[in-house]
C-alpha cells in the first residue's frame, strides 16, 4: 500500500470526477486496463473501493482515475463530497486479468457502456502514444451525451493520431448500441475485443460474439 496526494480535482461529466494523484517518487506497477484499491486510512482496510487507472503506465508521476458518484460506497462519497487538492489516499494495486499487454495484438475494438469508458481510457491514452500500428477503435455508449467522459480528449487523440478512431454512441438520441451487425464488420479485421460495462450489455456482446465463432482469446471482457 502506497500514499498518494490529490494533485487535481475535474468535474468531468455531472456525475464523473477525475482525481490526478501524485505519486511522490514512489513505484506503482500496473497494465493498461487494470484496477486498484483505495483506502481512506490504511488502519480501516474494510473501508474500500476499486477503481481502473485511466492513466498509463507510462506515466510514472501520478496515477489517473474516474470516479462516478454511484452507490453508497463511502470512499465514493468521500471523493464526491468532501475530497480537496492536497488530501491524502492509500492505494494498492494494480489487480485484475482484464488488460492490455503492450504488443499482443495488431488490431483493437474497445467497447465501453457509460463509466465502463476507464480501464479502456487507460488503453487508448498508452496506444496512442507508444503503439502507432496497433489499429484501434473504441466505441463508448451512454445514454445521454452529457456523460461522454473525455469526450474531447478521445476527440483530439483520434483527429492527430491515424490508428485511433473515438465512436461515440447515445442511446437517448436513437444511436442505440452496438449490435450483432457492426459486430461483424469489425470482425472482418480479427481484432481483439474488448467489452466494458453494465453485466447486461457485456453478457450480450459476449454471446454474439461466441455465436459468430470468435474465439475466447480474441474476447476480454470486465461487468460492473
Given at each position: 500500500?502506497?500514499?498518494?496526494?490529490?494533485?487535481?480535482?475535474?468535474?468531468?461529466?455531472?456525475t464523473?470526477?477525475?482525481?490526478?494523484?501524485?505519486?511522490?517518487?514512489?513505484?506503482?506497477?500496473?497494465l493498461?486496463?487494470?484496477?486498484?484499491?483505495?483506502?481512506?486510512?490504511?488502519?480501516?482496510?474494510?473501508?474500500?473501493?476499486?477503481?481502473?487507472?485511466?492513466?498509463?503506465?507510462?506515466?510514472?508521476?501520478?496515477?489517473?482515475?474516474?470516479?462516478?458518484?454511484?452507490?453508497?460506497?463511502?470512499?465514493?462519497?468521500?471523493?464526491?463530497?468532501?475530497?480537496?487538492?492536497?488530501?491524502?489516499?492509500?492505494?494498492?494495486?494494480?489487480?485484475?486479468?482484464?488488460?492490455?499487454?503492450?504488443?499482443?495484438?495488431?488490431?483493437?475494438?474497445?467497447?465501453?457502456?457509460g463509466?465502463?469508458?476507464?480501464?479502456?481510457?487507460s488503453i487508448?491514452?498508452?496506444?496512442?502514444?507508444?503503439?502507432?500500428?496497433?489499429?484501434?477503435?473504441?466505441?463508448?455508449?451512454?445514454?445521454?451525451?452529457?456523460?461522454?467522459?473525455?469526450?474531447?480528449?478521445?476527440?483530439?487523440?483520434?483527429?492527430?493520431?491515424?490508428?485511433?478512431h473515438?465512436?461515440?454512441?447515445?442511446?437517448?438520441?436513437?444511436?442505440?448500441?452496438?449490435?450483432?451487425?457492426?459486430?461483424?464488420?469489425?470482425?472482418?479485421?480479427?481484432?481483439?475485443?474488448?467489452?466494458?460495462?453494465?453485466?447486461?450489455?457485456?453478457?450480450?456482446?459476449?454471446?454474439?460474439?461466441?455465436?459468430?465463432?470468435?474465439?475466447?482469446?480474441?474476447?476480454?471482457?470486465?461487468?460492473?
Amino acid at each position: 500500500m502506497i500514499r498518494v496526494t490529490i494533485a487535481a480535482i475535474t468535474q468531468e461529466t455531472p456525475t464523473v470526477r477525475s482525481f490526478k494523484l501524485v505519486l511522490s517518487g514512489q513505484t506503482f506497477q500496473f497494465l493498461p486496463g487494470q484496477w486498484l484499491d483505495c483506502y481512506l486510512d490504511p488502519q480501516k482496510p474494510e473501508i474500500v473501493a476499486g477503481y481502473s487507472m485511466t492513466s498509463t503506465p507510462a506515466d510514472t508521476e501520478f496515477i489517473e482515475l474516474a470516479v462516478k458518484r454511484v452507490g453508497i460506497n463511502p470512499v465514493t462519497h468521500y471523493l464526491h463530497e468532501s475530497a480537496t487538492v492536497d488530501d491524502t489516499l492509500y492505494l494498492d494495486g494494480g489487480y485484475g486479468d482484464f488488460y492490455y499487454k503492450p504488443g499482443s495484438a495488431q488490431d483493437l475494438l474497445l467497447i465501453a457502456g457509460g463509466i465502463g469508458l476507464t480501464p479502456l481510457m487507460s488503453i487508448v491514452r498508452f496506444v496512442a502514444r507508444f503503439e502507432p500500428r496497433v489499429q484501434t477503435t473504441l466505441v463508448h455508449s451512454v445514454h445521454s451525451a452529457d456523460e461522454l467522459l473525455y469526450r474531447k480528449e478521445l476527440g483530439r487523440l483520434a483527429a492527430n493520431a491515424s490508428h485511433i478512431h473515438y465512436v461515440p454512441r447515445v442511446t437517448e438520441s436513437g444511436e442505440g448500441r452496438i449490435g450483432r451487425k457492426e459486430l461483424e464488420e469489425f470482425d472482418k479485421k480479427r481484432p481483439v475485443f474488448y467489452l466494458c460495462g453494465p453485466q447486461e450489455m457485456v453478457d450480450g456482446l459476449n454471446k454474439d460474439l461466441r455465436s459468430m465463432h470468435v474465439p475466447s482469446e480474441r474476447i476480454k471482457f470486465e461487468r460492473w
